[in-house]
């Protein structure tokens, strides 16, 4: 009966991961296409219903008059012009409001039917509501970076948006897999091998995507479109330049900078997670380890793939957007295999 339960509540779970995953794809959608400071109020409740008619339109396009996106960037606009770039911000913001519903009626249901007796899970889920809450707090913080001054939003508080993000769908996905496969003995002698470099690739892993964040933020990419060169130089003088001057700070606020270690931390995960799959694969004799290790190599080398052509072709929508959704699908593999490569006990029984 428990069992059943958990399997229940993981299947949930997993429904709201997959709409994160989507809100990662739309929020990179809306950045991309300059949407996102598009709606320039937070309005939790009333925000529910779009403009209803031309003079609501014109209410909502006369307020993202007064930020300096407009005045200096899309100071051309028109309304239909405007249209478009509010269905992007709308969009993004419905499925964080539906994800909060997902999340919080079966939630509701659960207990209510006695599905969360056991405390960790409730207190699990109740961690996993705060860190959602927190994330949307974190989203506005980032808009309102761009509402006054600035043309676009923070590239740090991007960034820490972005991270929160990760940390959610990360422990959402632990939650999931302790509800599937809840036991586990280690017959494998390379599994804690496998455990130590895994935990190892994670930091790596996390460190990259918060520099995908701050290159996101920074419009890094679109500097140097070359590869591996930039420009002529592995390391072009206008960043040594630039160290010289400003010391350690240019590592996250020069773009250069930051897509000179987004581009080389990228080489440098690709070339230790091939290492260790020449080392361990073979070996695994755990399927669901030796699964998540494979999936772990393919997607690595996608996303090397990715970043390389998102370069050459000057950051094209559709495959930046797929740049950064792998980028939560690898690190989502890493997670797995961390999981499936040490011992634990039937945690929510």
């Not at 929020?27 to 529910?48: A, D, F």
């Not at 419009?219 to 591996?228: C, I, L, R, S």
């Not at 581009?263 to 004799?285: D, E, H, P, S």
Request: with cysteine; glycine share 6%.
């Amino acid at each position: 009966m428990v069992q059943s339960a958990n399997k229940a509540i993981a299947y949930w779970l997993l429904i709201g991961a997959v709409l994160i995953l989507g809100m990662v794809v739309l929020g990179g959608i809306t950045r991309l296409t300059h949407s996102g400071l598009s709606i320039v109020t937070w309005q939790p409740i009333k925000g529910v219903l779009p403009p209803l008619n031309e003079q609501e339109w014109q209410q909502a396009f006369d307020a993202y008059k007064q930020i300096p996106e407009y005045q200096k960037v899309h100071h051309y606009f028109d309304l239909d012009d405007y249209k478009k770039i509010f269905f992007w911000e709308y969009l993004h913001r419905m499925l964080g409001r539906f994800l909060g519903i997902v999340f919080f009626l079966p939630f509701l249901y659960f207990l209510y039917k006695g599905k969360l007796k056991n405390r960790k899970l409730r207190k699990r889920l109740l961690l996993i509501f705060s860190l959602g809450g927190l994330q949307g707090l974190a989203g506005w913080y980032m808009v309102k970076s761009g509402l006054v001054e600035n043309t676009s939003v923070d590239h740090i508080r991007l960034a820490l948006h972005m991270s929160i993000a990760l940390l959610v769908l990360s422990v959402i996905f632990w939650t999931i897999l302790e509800l599937l496969y809840p036991t586990n003995k280690i017959s494998d002698r390379i599994s804690p091998k496998i455990n130590k470099t895994t935990k190892f690739l994670m930091g790596i892993i996390i460190i990259q995507i918060i520099y995908g964040g701050l290159t996101a933020g920074l419009k890094a990419g679109f500097v140097f479109p070359t590869y591996p060169k930039m420009g002529n130089q592995y390391i072009p003088e206008v960043a040594l330049q630039s160290f010289r001057n400003e010391g350690l700070s240019t590592w996250i606020n020069d773009p250069v900078w930051v897509q000179f270690i987004h581009r080389w931390v990228g080489f440098f995960i690709l070339i230790v997670i091939w290492y260790f799959a020449y080392t361990f694969v073979k070996r695994i004799k755990i399927k669901t380890l030796k699964i998540s290790f494979l999936s772990l190599v393919a997607l690595v080398s996608l996303q090397y793939l990715y970043g390389v052509l998102i370069l050459i072709y000057k950051v094209p929508v559709w495959l930046a957007v797929l740049h950064q959704l792998n980028a939560f699908l690898l690190y989502l593999s890493c997670i797995a295999s961390l999981y499936f490569s040490h011992y634990r006990s039937n945690r929510f029984s």
